[in-house]
């Protein structure tokens, strides 16, 4: 089944929002790597964090991510406008009975 | 630049069939697994499954399983996504991305365009 995800936080420019993903112990638990995603309203999907921490050539470095037991985070230190956008964890998953990979259920930030 | 291009829009009636693409650009197709993505209007998410271009191995979600079909034509370089019958909740934008070799359990880049399908009677 999905990752669990906030559906929306808000923050003013500047500031600092944290998304959290929980997982179980057959994905993140398990040690799996959690990848980020940012959709910018009425595109497509863009990777932004991968392998728990690491950043692709040309994201910003306010973009970060961590990783503890059955959890993860994505970190957005000083807030900007072109900021707001849906965010969306991803993870590999051993269950047997589901999908090989399983998203997020998403979180809309919104700058105030 | 690699990247990958999607067909156009789509509107369907239900009952009907679809095959939708995906065309890979700027590296070798053979080497890098498609995935195809669901997102239903104003919904989040959903991996469909993926496919290995080079020995046309695949893996499909349970959720889907059954209802749609993945296949590649390494000659030109592109992955397609079918329905023999389409639904009217079917209707969703549907993205390819490509998933790295990089690492096991890689994330997809890049990611299609979207193709947009509607169903509807």
């Known amino acids: 089944s999905a990752l669990t995800q906030p559906p929306s936080l808000s923050g003013a420019p500047g500031q600092r929002v944290t998304i959290s993903c929980t997982g179980s112990s057959s994905n993140i638990g398990a040690g799996f790597p959690v990848h980020w995603y940012q959709q910018l309203p009425g595109t497509a999907p863009k990777l932004l964090i991968y392998?728990?921490?690491n950043r692709p050539s040309g994201v910003p470095a306010r973009f970060s991510g961590s990783k503890s037991g059955t959890s993860a985070s994505l970190a957005i230190s000083e807030l900007q406008a072109e900021d707001e956008a849906d965010y969306y964890c991803q993870s590999y998953d051993s269950s047997l009975s589901g999908a090989l990979y399983v998203f997020g259920t998403g979180t809309k930030v919104t700058v105030l | 630049e690699v990247q990958l291009v999607q067909s156009g829009a789509e509107v369907r009636k239900p009952g009907e069939s679809l095959r939708i693409s995906c065309k890979g650009s700027?590296?070798?197709?053979?080497?890098?697994?498609i995935t195809w993505v669901r997102q239903m209007p104003g919904k989040g998410l959903e991996w469909m499954g993926r496919?290995?271009?080079?020995?046309?191995?695949?893996n499909y979600s349970p959720s889907f399983q059954g209802h749609v079909t993945f296949s590649v034509d390494k000659s030109i370089s592109t992955a397609f996504l079918q329905w023999n019958s389409l639904r009217a909740s079917d209707t969703a934008i549907y993205y390819c991305?490509?998933?790295?070799?990089?690492?096991?359990?890689?994330?997809?880049?890049?990611w299609g365009q979207g193709t947009l399908v509607t169903v509807s009677s």
């Open positions: 700027g590296y070798s197709f053979s080497n890098y697994w």
């Open positions: 496919i290995d271009p080079s020995e046309s191995y695949i």
């Open positions: 991305a490509r998933q790295t070799t990089l690492a096991t359990y890689g994330w997809v880049d890049p």
């Open positions: 392998g728990d921490a």
